[in-house]
């Protein structure tokens, strides 16, 4: 019984979070986060702040990434990490078209401006 109720706990302790958006492009994020309005959503602008809070999430979590984070790692190299930490619905949104070569089997990558696809993440 004991183990049991640790088990429910450590569920209880994740964040009640819908969907999570790392994209250093504020405005964008902004408008993402307005377009799923009926869902909670959190927003981060630098990769590596999020993976530090990456414990809280549950491992079903929506996940978009930008893929250029000017600078800093690329949003494959950040799936990569997310992808082996046990992360499950991870996507790629960007400007860029990409060929499936280019893109891990455990990320999705969706145009910024394919709206129909974004509402498909939660069907």
Do not use: W
């Not at 009926?38 to 491992?59: G, R, S, T």
């Not at 860029?96 to 891990?104: L, N, T, V, Y």
């Amino acid at each position: 019984m004991q183990t049991r109720g640790a088990t429910n706990n450590a569920v209880a302790d994740f964040k009640k979070t819908d969907l999570v958006i790392v994209d250093d492009d504020k405005l964008f994020a902004d408008s993402l986060a307005f377009f799923f309005g009926n869902k909670v959503v959190d927003q981060y602008h630098d990769p590596l702040v999020f993976l530090e809070k990456l414990p809280q999430y549950a491992k079903d979590i929506v996940i978009c990434l930008d893929n250029d984070f000017r600078g800093q790692m690329s949003g494959i190299e950040v799936s990569y990490l997310l992808h082996e930490a046990g992360f499950t619905r991870l996507y790629m949104l960007s400007g860029k078209s990409f060929e499936d070569s280019e893109i891990p089997d455990h990320l999705t990558a969706i145009l910024k401006g394919d709206m129909d696809s974004l509402r498909k993440l939660f069907d």
